[in-house]
């Protein structure tokens, strides 16, 4: 594992994918003269469940209030881009074997396409410089290069994460693991709630959060950061089984609906955004974007 430092958190929080360039299902990079805004949406019914194969027509995508038309859709199963950011603080020591099973148990879990990169923080930030599929080079890192130790700067962390996937085309994820609350005040490292929300908007982020419940639940800003982004969150105990939680977790992401559309106006401004679907399901998705 690799420390990688935040020199400058501004600039980190102005990359983004280049709105001409975008992915579809199939992995083909489209472009377009305009910018399309990729929305992830999430489809449950009354009972909880995943509703994988709803029609365009299903959905309604609301920009300010105002429809949107439409112009990119697709069910297919979607490939994952994900950063792994696993709490590595000194109280986590006794739940460390349960959080590297549960990550070998998510590497072991991967479809070809799939690409994982993983981090860690506590006494450093730590990232590998591997976005990779590979299983087995994958597991090497989660067996030989996390170890619990130090406070827990989650915010700096996430922000870390995110820069570290911030050129990379289609969905984006960052999946944290933490037991506590942000500590903040690593040397070198810069990075609050407002950086962390202001990276994930105007990146496109997916935010999921998964709280080892040891000492307190997981901070409420955390949970509004995973629900304005359309991500989600979780509460286990340290000795629970990780691997349903992850497991879950790749379930949703890789039945979630991808839809496409056109800013209204593309005034440099953040905007409300609302997915509707049909009578007794819910789509979750991101709340805002910003129409750049």
Known sequence: MIGVRLLALAAAVAVAVPPASRQDPAGRVFHSTTQTVPVYATVR?????????????????RD???????????????PLTVVLMLDMSGSMTAGFQVVRNGTLGFINALLPDDRVRIGSFGTEIGLSPHLSGDKALLTRIASEELWPGGSTPLWE???????????????????????????????????????TRKL??????????????????????????????????????????????????????????????TPLALDGKEHKLEVRVGAGMTARTRKSFVAK
């Open 45 to 61: 019914d009354k009972a909880g469940r995943l509703v994988p194969d709803l029609p365009r027509e299903a959905f309604e995508i």
């Open 157 to 195: 962390a996430l922000c870390a994460g995110m820069q570290s996937l911030a050129n990379e085309p289609g969905r984006k994820v960052v999946l944290g693991l933490t037991d506590g609350a942000d500590a903040g005040g690593l040397a070198g490292w810069k990075g609050d709630f407002g950086d």
């Open 64 to 78: 300010n209030g105002r429809v949107a038309p439409i112009t990119v859709f697709s069910n297919e199963i979607q």
């Open 200 to 261: 994930a908007v105007r990146g496109d982020f997916l935010v999921y959060a998964v709280g080892v419940e040891s000492l307190m639940p997981l901070e409420k800003d955390l949970i509004e950061l995973t629900d304005e982004t359309g991500g989600g969150h979780f509460q286990v105990s340290p000795t629970e089984d990780l691997n349903a939680v992850f497991a879950r977790v790749a379930d949703e992401l890789r039945h979630q609906y991808v839809l496409g559309f």
